[in-house]
T-cell receptor, first 116, second 109 residues
């Protein structure tokens, strides 16, 4: 399997539920990202991990909790979400941005999240 | 911080040529990415310009002027499958990519 794989593709959850999104990359990259894409809005950067260390948290509410156990896996743990959190959540990977050069992001197909 | 400006929507017909402009203001500029995103799908990489000038890649070309903070994506021989959003993203060294709102292109027959 190649590229960036996200599971599940679709998720419906209530506001009191706890769920996790999973991302796996098979590209040998050392940086992984979570982006959020709401309807009619641009992609919003949420979290950046470089060499398994979180290097950026873009003022994301604490109800979103990322985890990067190794350079190939990234999780986004969700709890007590709000309906406005309904969106497409995209995982991406690249070579570390700290390398200075522009390494393209490779995106997964995303998880379409609906909070009821 | 960054400021990225693209037209929100554009329309064109099959076989035509369309130019999607992007102006940006950013510190520590290294280069500029263009991505394509079909509705409900992940963005896919199209091009990365570092130097001034035009880079051609098949039907798609991308242009950069660093001094003017300006780039464009040129799509030739448009096809229906080119209907998508096109995202401009200036790259700042050592940081993660921040995207503009994108331009939604509709190609009709």
């Amino acid at each position: 399997e190649t590229g960036v794989t996200q599971t599940p593709r679709h998720l419906v959850m209530g506001m009191t539920n706890k769920k996790s999104l999973k991302c796996e990359q098979h590209l040998g990259h050392n940086a992984m990202y979570w982006y959020k894409q709401s309807a009619k809005k641009p992609l919003e950067l949420m979290f950046v991990y470089s060499l398994e260390e979180r290097v950026e948290n873009n003022s994301v509410p604490s109800r979103f909790s990322p985890e990067c156990p190794n350079s190939s896996h990234l999780f986004l743990h969700l709890h007590t979400l709000q309906p406005e959190d309904s969106a497409l959540y995209l995982c991406a990977s690249s070579q570390s941005p700290g390398t200075g050069g522009g390494s393209p992001l490779h995106f997964g197909n995303g998880t379409r999240l609906t909070v009821t | 911080g960054q400021n990225i400006d693209q037209p929100t929507e554009m329309t064109a017909t099959e076989g035509a040529i369309v130019q999607i402009n992007c102006t940006y203001q950013t510190s520590g500029f290294n280069g500029l990415f263009w991505y394509q995103q079909h509705a409900g799908e992940a963005p896919t990489f199209l091009s990365y310009n570092v130097l001034d000038g035009l880079e051609e890649k098949g039907r798609f070309s991308s242009f950069l002027s660093r001094s003017k903070g300006y780039s464009y994506l040129l799509l030739k021989e448009l096809q229906m499958k080119d209907s998508a959003s096109y995202l401009c993203a200036p790259y700042q060294a050592g940081t993660a990519l921040i995207f503009g709102k994108g331009t939604t292109l509709s190609v009709s027959s």
